[in-house]
């Protein structure tokens, strides 16, 4: 019963969410598949829409994980829409619409959503922080325009492996498997 | 026969769409309802999967309409995401975005789904233009800033209401229109 699949198509999600669960002991197995995600403001609609569409093709259990940069001082922009709008205006879009603008405050956001005995749970996890006034580090996302608080003015991106200690995805990853445990544990 | 419903929550929407098929005296029917859309590179994906989900509740003939503005040099962005985008970051965010870029080709676009006789079809409109250095003209969405070609220069929002004789939304419109004309004829 320790074992949990990720359905994910994004091996750099299976591999973070694979060393953070390991230190719970708990075994993720990569399912890799694409899925239909809903156009919704928060990522719990997102997450949920997708859970109820999986559960009928997957066997629980199993949980997937949508994320999103929402950038204060732009209503929130790009919000559940990160995906997009990194593939299209992409870092340097976003370092566009943020010049000259002093408010930069930002949070990345992880909503992670767990099917388990016909249950639907969603876990959230987040890290305040900046953008950055230029691109800084190796490309994964917007890794490289996001500073998180308190970790000395570095990117995501320069922060390397040191970013797995503060990431938006360890603490919903942290929150999924706590719970996890104990109701394993009670079962 | 001639009757079709137009679902949408858009009053603007409804309004256009009633005008125009009126001159193909197809009478319409407003049914004011939201409904789910999936996050797609294409209008097409997006309304078929709508349609889906409709056809349970909805009593066909009816149809709905998604349109998207698409800048050439931005990859496509806004694209289906336009409705979002325009709330967040808005027509001077796009602005912003495309200050001292020289390539401003855009395209409008607007694609129909329509259910009838069990069956899923759309129809796409589209309208070549450019966008502005500035918005101009009273506020619908990014009408402001889109200069369609051919019209003086004039940005949809300072057309006014000859801007239904060129729009996107006449084009998709007439295109399901000429087709059910046709199709109710032979019945």
Request: glycine share 8%.
């Amino acid at each position: 019963m320790d074992e949990l699949k990720f359905v994910t198509s994004n091996p750099h999600k299976f591999r973070e969410a694979e060393t953070i669960l390991e230190e719970y002991g708990i075994e993720v197995k990569w399912v890799n598949l694409k899925y239909p995600e809903l156009q919704a403001d928060t990522l719990e609609e997102v997450v949920l829409h997708s859970l109820r569409w999986l559960k009928k093709k997957i066997e629980e259990p199993f949980f997937i994980e949508d994320a999103g940069l929402f950038i204060h001082s732009l209503k929130g922009f790009p919000g559940p829409y990160s995906s997009y709008v990194f593939r299209t205006i992409g870092n340097e879009g976003i370092l566009r619409l943020m010049k000259g603008i002093k408010e930069r405050e930002a949070t990345f956001r992880s909503v992670i959503g767990l099917v388990i005995e016909d249950k639907l749970y969603t876990f959230r996890g987040e890290t305040q922080g900046y953008i950055a006034d230029s691109a800084r580090g190796t490309l994964w996302g917007f890794d490289p325009i996001f500073i998180p608080k308190d970790m000395g003015g570095l990117t995501y991106a320069e922060l390397g492996m040191r970013k797995n200690l503060v990431s938006h995805r360890r603490k919903s990853l942290e929150l999924m498997a706590s719970w996890f445990s104990r109701k394993v544990k009670k079962a």
